[in-house]
């Protein structure tokens, strides 16, 4: 009998050193040496750490299934199969969240909503299907740091993409050894501090062969070069004046590919335009993506709601009725999103053999409901904390200074026994969440987290429509009409006027 492998993931250190891989990150004009102690990455970088580190704390450990192998992993890189798996799932993805305060949205379990799939539906990738199983395996085993990029470029989107070639992603060469890949993709959000990108389609169909690919992309491989925007925690003075933007900024990037070789052991799908331009909605990762998505949002709402609770106390409203109303508001989208989790593990989809999805209905409810509820939540915090939000001195700079000190202990105090550094402390923190740069980019993130907001309204019809619900629907409506016609009550137990 040969003896299985003990495998485990990487812990925080280990994490960090493989992300110096040569990698090709611009900022600024300089291309970057090592994300892990260049100051526009390097907390990032270190809170990711963070979480590979708890998988080595036996309060956070999860037995690994599926795998042939011994070893332990985050729960939400497997195939569940019962409710207990998808709730253990849940429970995995908070903890994560929890640890950044829900600010970190691609976090390393992010992406396993698709390679946790690849447990059930290996065969969707077929001639590729045993890529597909290797990718299940190693991603689990080593819990993999995935990011993805799945868009166009916002560029010529009314032209056919065959015609936008220069700028599209497309196979440029097939070789024995591979393919050769050209063109850019967005945003591929976090993928200066990840392992590897996940190349797919999602948008317009594609027609033409050289644009459908499905692959895998080391981020140290030659000719990938991520152009990055401008970093909220390079530009952070200090974590007391921007305690989020210091160490939570997953810098987006312009994903490029110049001439990339692609193994062919790194395609899920090739040539085949059809079965690309469906395989993201046959692939399961929707039904997850929002499953994570809405626990990693329901814990950040837990976060927000926390602060604006002490800044009314910090203002001395909290007693105010109008306040009252607009706090319970907030909990009150709180509780909806926890509760669409637990509706989604509580009622999941059947799939592949015992494998189970979390709900679809409720994870499609939850990608329109954020599209207003997060918007919401920051205008009421902005509407009932108002101008104590900048009532702030310019940084910590200001306290050192004797001469001011004495001024701000006196002036910028909080209500309720509060003092000035606390006082500021917090508001600084409110402020860098819903009014800095970093703050503005987190609320365009939830707004368009599932897609564009016309995309995500209607696919809540098509989903409805291939589910079978709107048949249902309409055949409830129509069984009350039956009830009835232009002679009267056609059921006996009516009467007639």
Not at 75 to 104: C, N, Q, V
Not at 143 to 164: C, G, I, K, S, T
Not at 364 to 388: C, H, N
């Amino acid at each position: 009998m040969s003896q299985q492998r003990v495998t485990r993931p990487l812990n925080g250190e280990e994490y960090l050193e493989s992300l110096r891989d040569g990698r090709e990150v611009w900022l600024h004009g300089e291309r970057v040496k090592d994300v892990t102690e260049h100051p526009a990455f390097r907390n990032s970088a270190r809170m990711a750490a963070r979480l590979y580190d708890s998988l080595h704390d036996p309060d956070f450990q999860s037995t690994a299934t599926d795998t042939g192998s011994i070893g332990l992993t985050h729960p939400f890189f497997r195939t569940p199969r019962s409710k207990e798996d998808l709730k253990a799932d849940r429970d995995a993805i908070a903890a994560w969240a929890r640890m950044t305060y829900g600010w970190m949205g691609r976090s390393p379990d992010y992406k396993a909503a698709f390679f946790g799939t690849l447990g059930a539906n290996a065969e969707l990738y077929e001639p590729f299907g045993d890529n597909a199983r290797r990718w299940y395996r190693e991603s689990q085993e080593k819990v993999l740091y995935w990011n993805h990029a799945l868009v166009n470029p916002p560029v010529d989107r009314d032209r056919p993409p065959h015609e936008v070639k220069d700028v599209f992603v497309h196979v440029e060469e097939e070789k024995d050894d591979g393919l050769i890949v050209s063109g850019a993709k967005v945003v591929a959000t976090g993928s200066a501090i990840t392992h590897f990108n996940l190349v797919a389609h999602y948008g317009l169909p594609v027609k033409d062969k050289e644009f459908a690919l499905v692959c895998a992309v080391p981020m140290g491989a030659p000719g990938l070069k991520l152009i990055c925007r401008q970093s909220y925690e390079m530009a952070a003075t200090s974590p007391f004046d921007y305690p989020l933007s210091s160490r939570f900024d997953e810098n987006d990037t312009i994903f490029v590919l110049d001439r990339v070789k692609i193994p062919w052991e790194n395609v899920f799908s090739y040539g085949d335009p059809e079965k690309v331009n469906t395989l993201i909605p046959n692939s399961g990762l929707v039904h997850r993506m929002t499953f994570h998505g809405c626990t990693r949002l329901a814990v950040k709402l837990d976060f927000l709601a926390g602060l604006l609770l002490k800044g009314v106390e910090a203002t001395g409203t909290k007693d105010f009725r109008g306040i009252q109303t607009r706090v319970g508001e907030v909990l009150a989208w709180r509780n909806m999103f926890w509760a669409l989790t637990d509706a989604m593990i509580n009622e999941p989809d059947p799939w592949h053999g015992d494998a189970l999805l979390p709900k679809l209905d409720y994870a499609m409810s939850y990608r329109w409901f954020m599209t207003l509820g997060y918007p919401r939540v920051k205008e009421i915090i902005m509407q009932d904390l108002g101008s104590a939000l900048i009532y702030l001195p310019s940084s910590t700079k200001d306290f050192d200074s004797p001469e001011l000190r004495p001024y701000l202990d006196r002036y910028v105090r909080g209500s309720n026994g509060m003092d000035a550094v606390e006082r500021v402390k917090l508001m600084k923190l409110i402020w860098d969440s819903i009014g800095t740069e970093f703050g503005g980019r987190h609320e365009l993130y939830e707004r368009n987290y599932s897609g564009n907001h016309e995309g995500v309204r209607a696919e809540l019809l098509f989903a409805a429509q291939q589910s079978g619900t709107t048949d249902e629907l309409k055949g409830f409506a129509e069984q009350c009409m039956a009830e009835y016609d232009l002679n009267g009550w056609t059921v006996p137990d009516l009467i007639n006027p």
